[in-house]
T-cell receptor
């Protein structure tokens, strides 16, 4: 069974500082990987995804993530954080389930990002 | 509609009553998911429908929970004899498995269930 660990429950950064949110997964093969963001009272919005190919993926809002198979990681990064990035971030893994589809998504516990002016 | 639609957006029910939560996925999406989000529990997988295949019910917490998907589109999550620990936000998502690859899952705004 797949699992996801987000080691940091809460991270605080200053506006303009760089950001890295950690995500480690457990799965026997190469999974499908996702980062979602949830602002207060809002639904989940996809930031980026990794299915195959280039291990550095670019997403929306200036975010990027790098898939490192050797470390079973898919860390999310942003070079300069904006106050509007304050939200909760979720890493998720989808197990390959026949052909190119995936089954259920397993989410990490989430990391709450606070941005100080 | 353009996105995943869930209704109602808020539901308050008395302990012991049954509730039904509805999800309208994005048109054409063959995969549909239900998740539960509660404080301290993160996003818990409940059930996954994929086309005409048997659903993956491995996340349903008890036999009080059930879900169906009629005509491969609309889904209803039913909670019988609700308990206070059922209070949570219930999220629905859908994704497309057409073509060569799944797209990402698109989430609805959720139904906030409060059991009093």
């Amino acid at each position: 069974a797949q699992s996801v660990t987000q080691p940091d429950i809460h991270i605080t950064v200053s506006e303009g500082a760089s950001l890295e949110l950690r995500c480690n997964y457990s799965y026997g093969a190469t999974p499908y990987l996702f980062w979602y963001v949830q602002s207060p009272g809002q639904g989940l919005q996809l930031l980026l995804k990794y299915f195959s190919g280039d291990t550095l993926v670019q997403g929306i809002k200036g975010f990027e993530a790098e898939f490192k198979r050797s470390q079973s990681s898919f860390n999310l990064r942003k070079p300069s954080v904006h106050w509007s990035d304050a939200a909760e971030y979720f890493c998720a893994v989808g197990a390959r389930a026949g052909g190119t589809s995936y089954g259920k998504l397993t989410f990490g516990q989430g990391t709450i990002l606070t941005v100080h002016p | 509609g353009a996105g995943v639609s869930q209704s109602p957006s808020n539901k308050v029910t008395e302990k012991g009553k049954d509730v039904e939560l509805r999800c309208d996925p994005i048109s054409g999406h063959t995969a549909l998911y239900w998740y539960r989000q509660s404080l301290g529990q993160g996003l818990e997988f409940l059930i996954y429908f994929q086309g005409n295949s048997a659903p993956d019910k491995s996340g349903l917490p008890s036999d009080r929970f059930s879900a169906e998907r009629t005509g491969g589109s609309v889904s209803t999550l039913t909670i019988q004899r609700t308990q206070q620990e059922d209070s949570a936000v219930y999220l629905c998502a859908s994704s497309s498995t057409g073509g060569r690859l799944n797209t990402e899952a698109f989430f609805g705004q959720g139904t906030r269930l409060t059991v009093v």
